[in-house]
């Protein structure tokens, strides 16, 4: 039985005070959500002062994103997952689409941080999904495939224990635009053979894919209603905490 993962990506938004602000706030509204677990995803500059407030809770705190390298050392502006994983977190997101797009990261770098999340003790919430462009021209299977060859490759067994997939279609993400439950459960039933077919079948049965790609708390249900969703990577809609627990809360 696969238990289910929302997830909210704060991405770029939010000062230390607004962020632990939130976390308060969300801690009493999702304390009985026992149902699935549940993750937040602040800044690098708010993750100790909200895993701090969060310890004890069922809130689970991610950083999104984390430097390739393993050990420390001289690479300016970076933060190693081993850091991440010291102020206090459990998850990292690697590969999210805005990262691809905006500061280049190829699926060798998403390979060698999901690595290195790994090797820290991370959970590793790794990201696929194509543009639109790519889904007119019928290519989605393929860059998802070719995305999670590259991004997981060289992984055990037991490491799959640790790696959550996050499909997120670009045309979805803060578009308003979610793909339609039969279209994200068809990828996600995809993506599961694709792991059949490089690990197991029942590597595949138990990998978590979550959907991602303009959650809210009107669609949530219907996405959860399929049966290889395991849940969600949420944005726009985690930034406040009512909408967020709304989500989180969808049953
Ligand atoms: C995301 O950032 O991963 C995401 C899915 O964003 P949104 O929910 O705003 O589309």
């Not at 950083?63 to 970076?78: H, L």
Request: charged content about 20%; overall charge neutral.
């Amino acid at each position: 039985m696969r238990k289910p993962v929302i997830a909210g990506n704060w991405k770029m938004y939010k000062t230390v005070g607004e962020s632990v602000a939130t976390a308060l706030a969300l801690k009493p509204l999702v304390a009985n959500a026992n149902h699935c677990e549940v993750v937040i995803a602040p800044v690098f500059t708010a993750l100790k002062s909200v895993a701090d407030r969060l310890d004890g809770s069922n809130i689970r705190v991610s950083a999104q994103n984390c430097a390739a390298e393993q050990k420390e050392g001289a690479f300016t502006g970076e933060v190693a997952a081993s850091m991440v994983r010291d102020a206090g977190c459990s998850h990292v997101i690697v590969g999210h689409s805005e990262r691809r797009q905006y500061y280049f990261d190829t699926d060798e770098i998403v390979s060698r941080k999901t690595q290195a999340g790994l090797a820290a003790g991370l959970t590793v919430i790794v990201c696929v999904g194509e543009t639109l462009e790519q889904r007119d021209q019928g290519s989605a299977e393929s860059v998802a495939r070719n995305q999670l060859a590259g991004g997981l490759s060289g992984l055990t067994a037991s490491d799959l224990d640790r790696i959550i997939v996050a499909y997120e279609p670009v045309w979805a993400i803060g578009t308003g635009r979610t793909a339609t439950p039969e279209q994200a459960q068809e990828m996600h039933a995809f993506i599961r053979r694709v792991f059949a077919e490089r690990h197991s079948a029942s590597a595949a049965n138990a990998i978590r894919v979550l959907y991602g790609g303009s959650v809210k708390p009107d669609n949530i249900a219907g996405l959860m209603k399929q049966p290889d969703i395991d849940g969600a990577l949420v944005g726009g809609a985690s930034l406040k905490a009512e909408s967020f627990a709304e989500i989180v809360n969808y049953k």
